[in-house]
C-alpha cells in the first residue's frame, strides 16, 4: 500500500470516528436533560424583562403546601447550540463522502493503439487513482495472461505474433478495493504486414563500344595508339605476343588513347594489343592484331643512347641512357626478344649503364625504361642488336 493510499484510508477513518464522537457527545447531553426534574410553566410572551410571582405546585395537596415560586420572563432566545452541531455534523459527512470519492479505485487512463503488426510490440498506457490493487487480463490468439499491476501509473508490453493477424487482441485493466473497484478495456486490431515492393535495378553491364589502333603494322620501336570507347572505371592497355608474353602494359586512360611501343624483332611477327577493363565488379576484353617488322641496323653513336631509337651494341658493352632528374622510382629491364627478364635496374637520375650479354650471333634484345607518373606509369622501349665482338 502506497503513502498515498494510507493518507486517504487515515481521512476516511479520521472522518468516520470524528462524527462517531460528536453523536455519542449530543445522545449523553440529550440522555441527561430529560432524567432531570423538570417543570414546566406556560408564561405569557414578554418584550423586556419583567418580574412576576406565581403560585405553584410542587407536590400533591395532601403532602405538601404550595410553594410561591419567583421567576423573570425574558424574550425568547434562539436554539443556536442544535443548529451548530447540525453544521458540524455535515461538515464532516461532507469530509467522509469526498474522503469515500478519493478511496475508491479508479481506471483514470487507458490508451492503446488502434492497429499493430505482427513482429512489432504494442505499448498501452494505463492511469489509476484511489485505494486498492490493479491487474490486467490479455486476452489474445497467440497468449492469453492475467497478471497483477505494482505501479499505479505505467504501460503494458503487449508483443504481437503472426498468429494474431486478422484477429483483435483485448488488454482489461481492473482496480479493486475496499470501496469499490472499477474496470476498463482496450482493443487492438492485428493487421497483416504489408508486402515490401523489390525492385531490382540492374546495374549498367561494362562493354566495349570501340577499339582501333594507329596501324596494322608498325616497325620496332615505332609508336602505337590504341584508341577506344568504353564505359568502364578502370583497366589496361597491353602489347602481347601470339604466345600470350606480355611486352608492355599501360593503365586505362580517361582520354580513350593509349600509346604502345612496337618491340625489337629479329622478323616479322604478329603480336596482339589487348583492352582489358572493369565496371562493378564486371570485367570484359577486346583485341586487335598488329605486324611489327624487323628495323634495318644502324651504327652505335658514342653519345648516350636515346630511348626509343634503334641501337646495335658490341657483345658484353655497355648501353647508356639519360634518366631525368624529373623522372621518380625508375626501373630499366633488359629482356630478350621472348619477353624475359635478363637484368634488372633502378638506377638515380644521370647516366645510366647496363652491360650486354656475350653472344656469339647477332641477338636481338628490348630494354624497358619506365618511372611514375601522377597517372601510373610511363614505359618506353629501346630495342638494341647485339652483334659478337670483332676477332682480333
Given at each position: 500500500m ?14 468516520a ?14 440522555r441527561?436533560?430529560?432524567?432531570a ?13 419583567e ?10 395537596p ?29 461538515a ?11 478511496a ?34 490479455l486476452d ?24 494474431d ?13 475496499p ?14 504486414r504489408?508486402?515490401?515492393v523489390?525492385r ?10 570501340a577499339?582501333?589502333?594507329s ?6 620501336g ?16 597491353a602489347l ?12 586505362l ?20 594489343v ?24 644502324a ?23 639519360e ?9 630499366i ?13 633502378t ?10 650479354p ?16 601522377g ?18
Open positions: 502506497s503513502k498515498r493510499d494510507v493518507a486517504i484510508l487515515g481521512t476516511v477513518l479520521a472522518g470516528a470524528a462524527g462517531a464522537l460528536l453523536a455519542a457527545r449530543e445522545a449523553r447531553r440529550v441527561r436533560k430529560h432524567d426534574p423538570v417543570l414546566q410553566l406556560r408564561l405569557a410572551p414578554a418584550s423586556g424583562y418580574r412576576s410571582t406565581a403560585l405553584v405546585p410542587v407536590a400533591p395532601a403532602l405538601a403546601p404550595s410553594r410561591i415560586v419567583t421567576y423573570e420572563a425574558a424574550p425568547a432566545r434562539s436554539r443556536r447550540r442544535p443548529l451548530r452541531g447540525i453544521g458540524v455534523s455535515l464532516l459527512i461532507g469530509l467522509v463522502l469526498v474522503g469515500l470519492a478519493f475508491r479505485p479508479q481506471i483514470t487512463a487507458l490508451a492503446a493503439p488502434s492497429d499493430a503488426y505482427p513482429g512489432t510490440t504494442a505499448l498501452i498506457s494505463y492511469a489509476s487513482s484511489g485505494l486498492g490493487s490493479l491487474s490486467y487480463d489474445a490468439s497467440s497468449n492469453a495472461a492475467a497478471r497483477a499491476l505494482t505501479a499505479r501509473t505505467g504501460t503494458i508490453a503487449v508483443p504481437i505474433s503472426q498468429r493477424v486478422a484477429h483483435d487482441i483485448f488488454v482489461t485493466v481492473r482496480a479493486a478495493g470501496f469499490g473497484g472499477d474496470v476498463r478495456m482496450a482493443r487492438i486490431n492485428v493487421l497483416a504489408p508486402l515490401a523489390v531490382v535495378v540492374r546495374s549498367t553491364p561494362v562493354r566495349i563500344d577499339l582501333s589502333l596501324s596494322t603494322a608498325a616497325v620496332s615505332d609508336e602505337i595508339v590504341a584508341r577506344y570507347r568504353s564505359n568502364a572505371t578502370a583497366g589496361t592497355v602481347r605476343d601470339a604466345r600470350g608474353g606480355l611486352w608492355q602494359s599501360e593503365p586512360s580517361t582520354s580513350g588513347a593509349t600509346q604502345l611501343r612496337a618491340p625489337a624483332v629479329e622478323h616479322d611477327t604478329p603480336f596482339i589487348v583492352l582489358h577493363v572493369q565496371r562493378n565488379g564486371e570485367s570484359i576484353e577486346a583485341s586487335a592484331g598488329i605486324v611489327v617488322t624487323r628495323m634495318s641496323p651504327p652505335q653513336s658514342s653519345a648516350p643512347a636515346a630511348v626509343g631509337a634503334r641501337v646495335v651494341a658490341p657483345s658484353g658493352g655497355l648501353w647508356r641512357t634518366v631525368k632528374p624529373a623522372w621518380t622510382d625508375t626501373v629491364v633488359l629482356m630478350a626478344h621472348d619477353g624475359t627478364q635478363l637484368r634488372r635496374l638506377p638515380p637520375a644521370g647516366t645510366a649503364e647496363l652491360r650486354m656475350q653472344v656469339s650471333t647477332p641477338q636481338s634484345y628490348v630494354v624497358s625504361v619506365s618511372h611514375r607518373t597517372t601510373g606509369r610511363e614505359t618506353l622501349i629501346q630495342p638494341i642488336l647485339v652483334v659478337p665482338a670483332p676477332s682480333r
